[in-house]
């Protein structure tokens, strides 16, 4: 089973939200739906970065890691050849809200 680490956006105030999931486009309805906390007082989440990690230790390090990435460096992360957004992939739905 693959494990993912995402980063969301919220175009209206400027926040990214960054996180781990089994299932990203579940967790997306999630953070658009209300049922995440931090998320929660924001809507219209997109997700604009998603990368598949083999185990869940491996997933977890990467997401504490870029937890602590300035805004610059996500920025270079979301347009990095890693991110499994892009046409084809079977992602780019996770785009819209």
Same mark, same amino acid.
């Given at each position: 089973?693959?494990? %993912?680490?995402? #980063?969301?956006? /919220?175009?209206?105030?400027?926040?990214?939200?960054?996180? %781990?999931?089994?299932?990203?486009?579940?967790?997306?309805?999630?953070?658009?739906?209300?049922?995440?906390?931090?998320?929660?007082?924001? /809507?219209?989440?997109?997700?604009? %970065?998603?990368?598949?990690?083999?185990? !869940?230790?491996?997933?977890?390090?990467?997401?504490?890691? #870029? !937890? !602590?990435?300035?805004?610059?460096?996500?920025?270079?992360?979301?347009?990095?050849?890693?991110?499994? #957004?892009?046409?084809?992939?079977? %992602?780019?739905?996770?785009? #819209?809200?």
């Amino acid at each position: 089973m693959p494990f %993912f680490v995402y #980063i969301i956006s /919220n175009d209206a105030n400027n926040k990214l939200y960054k996180g %781990f999931s089994e299932n990203p486009k579940e967790r997306l309805l999630h953070h658009n739906e209300g049922k995440s906390t931090y998320t929660s007082t924001y /809507n219209n989440w997109r997700m604009v %970065f998603l990368a598949e990690f083999p185990t !869940k230790s491996a997933a977890l390090c990467f997401e504490k890691k #870029i !937890k !602590k990435w300035n805004r610059k460096s996500l920025a270079n992360l979301i347009v990095s050849s890693i991110n499994l #957004i892009n046409p084809g992939s079977g %992602f780019e739905s996770l785009v #819209i809200p």
